[in-house]
């Protein structure tokens, strides 16, 4: 069972990537979005995945984050 949207607290987004990298959660295509603050960059790249879009509301923004083609 893959997912194709996984949405992530970005506090744990390291520890989450790592394991999610190692299972059969995520295909290719899923999408794996990381809440954050505005003020916390969770990095451009998490193991296998880029980020490819962020998107700033206030205080809070949203990161993207794809697998490497």
């Not at 205080?59 to 794809?66: E, V, W």
């Given at each position: 069972m893959c997912f194709s949207t996984l949405?992530?607290?970005a506090r744990g987004l390291r520890e989450?990537?790592?394991a999610l990298a190692e299972s059969k959660l995520v295909s290719d295509q899923s999408i794996?979005?990381?809440?954050?603050?505005?003020?916390?960059?969770p990095g451009e790249?998490?193991?296998e995945m880029r980020r490819y879009r962020k998107l700033v509301q206030g205080?809070?923004?949203?990161?993207?984050?794809?697998r490497q083609s």
């Open positions: 949405l992530l607290d989450d990537a790592a794996v979005i990381a809440e954050h603050d505005k003020r916390f960059d790249g998490v193991w205080d809070a923004a949203l990161s993207f984050y794809r």
